[in-house]
């Protein structure tokens, strides 16, 4: 298993401006990082949730039906080329989302945990991602809970690196967004075709 490709590939995902990363950095500025910490904490165990339910069915799925897994992992590949292909040429699309109301640290957790639940492209995005990386033979073990586990740890610091950086980070994605994305998007689209191909 390659784990440097695995992680990095994660890592640009995770760090790409987006609907839980505004939510981060515009709560933080709004309520201060140690109560934005409440809904970090949600987004990670959110991702946590989704990650294991995509690692077990595809698990389930590699186990019991390897030919339909082989059609979703061509057809998941293809999807990533396209979002690759409207990532590279979109325009920047990164907003802030604002506090409109003081939030008790339970709903700020649950904000968090929903958000990043009811975002169909982490369910497809993680989907397609790990099962090249489980094992065939025996995909629910420790090695899918290792990754589980990697990704939270991502996620964390990608939300830590949004809300800690406050006003000058938003002022810097702001400006360099673009070259970002268009990074991000290329390396997508390489890992579209591995996984098509591999």
């Known amino acids: 298993m390659d784990w440097v490709l695995f992680i990095t590939t994660f890592l640009f995902a995770s760090y790409l401006p987006g609907i839980n990363m505004s939510l981060a950095l515009s709560l933080s500025l709004n309520i201060g990082y140690k109560k934005t910490m409440f809904m970090i904490l949600g987004g990670v165990f959110g991702l946590g949730f989704v990650s294991l339910v995509c690692a077990v069915g595809v698990g389930a799925l590699i186990i019991t039906k390897p030919e339909i897994f082989e059609i979703l992992k061509v057809v998941g590949g293809i999807y990533i080329l396209f979002l690759s292909y409207k990532m590279f040429m979109a325009n920047s699309k990164f907003k802030d989302v604002k506090a409109v109301k003081p939030l008790s640290n339970l709903e700020l957790f649950v904000q968090g945990f929903m958000t990043c639940n009811i975002n169909p492209k982490a369910w497809i995005f993680l989907a397609t991602l790990l099962p090249p990386f489980l094992d065939r033979e025996n995909p629910i073990n420790l090695k899918m809970f290792i ?52």
């Open 147 to 198: 990754l589980i586990f990697i990704i939270m740890l991502i996620e964390f610091l990608s939300y830590n690196t949004y809300a800690l950086g406050g006003l000058a980070f938003k002022k810097l994605m702001s400006k360099h967004v673009q070259v970002v994305e268009k990074i991000s998007a290329f390396l997508m689209g390489v890992i579209g075709i591995w996984i098509i191909f591999e």
